[in-house]
């Protein structure tokens, strides 16, 4: 098992006078971790709702794992969504709400389940509505990742979490997804956290695709260019600056193209220096630098 690949095509979604996607399209291959971007309002839950059958596209098209997932039983219980709202039965115990979950899902591991339900120092007995909201996300957490679904998708998830379970959930995740590798979605707004789980990055903007792209490209197109301002001006006018930012008499700006060696070099001979920059910050650059 590695996985299901999605295909979105042309993905529109109205809400009343509110068109949350408009014409969204991109793939994502088997097996990796996608990290899926966009500012508060940008259809990253509307997406993800489709993808997990519990929305109908207004127009377009969703494949999962090269099928319908609306209405399709194989599919949708093989699409494990959790969202922050936690889908937990909240006045009875926990270990009821992980037997109908364990009932409903073919890849269930109640094994890994009771081993994450201790790291998280969380009881069976306890009934969710009696949780903190930190605990609350701790128990989606659990559930997202015993379920082994082929498309495992956690929108937001770890927002109550505090520091230290954050990273634990992290840390599981990654070594979870290299003993049984699939497709699995992180929306987040907390990116430089998560970054270094990521393989692919989607970036959604105003319902649209801004970005679908292998995490180590996008990296790599990301630099900043530093040095005197006007020579950083005369270097940098024919690539694509998304970011800039002047300290005195010097410049430091954001470029996101892919600098070939001759590139490099000839920034070099100017005397400018290159540096990297993160996912977080091509991010904000990208999105209008207000995020
Ligand atoms: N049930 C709904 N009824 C009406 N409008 C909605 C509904 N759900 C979402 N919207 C609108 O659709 C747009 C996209 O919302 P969505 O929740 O998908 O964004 P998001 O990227 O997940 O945002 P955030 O980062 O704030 O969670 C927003 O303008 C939102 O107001």
Known sequence: MTGFAVQVRDL???????????????DLPAGAIVGLLGRNGSGKTTLLSVLAALRKPSTGSVLVDGEDPFENERVMERVCLIRESGDVMADEKLSDTLDLVAAARPTWDGEYAAELLDAFELSLRKRPGTLSRGQRSAVGAVIGLASRAPLTIFDEVYLGMDAPSRYRFYDALLAD?????????LSSH?????ERLFEEVVVLEAGRVLLAEDADSVRARG??????????????????VIGRRDLGPTAEVTVFDALGA????????????????????LFVHLTGGKS
Do not use: C, N, W
């Open 12 to 26: 529109g979604v109205r809400y009343g006078d509110t068109q949350a996607l408009d014409g969204a399209s991109l």
């Open 177 to 185: 997804y290299v003993e049984h590798p699939r497709t699995i979605i």
């Open 190 to 194: 907390l990116i430089s956290e998560v």
């Open 223 to 240: 630099a900043t260019v530093t040095g005197p301002k006007d020579r950083v001006a005369e270097a940098t006018r024919d690539l694509t």
């Open 262 to 281: 001759d590139e490099r070099a000839r920034l070099d001979a100017a005397g400018l220096d290159i540096g990297p920059v993160g996912l977080q910050d």
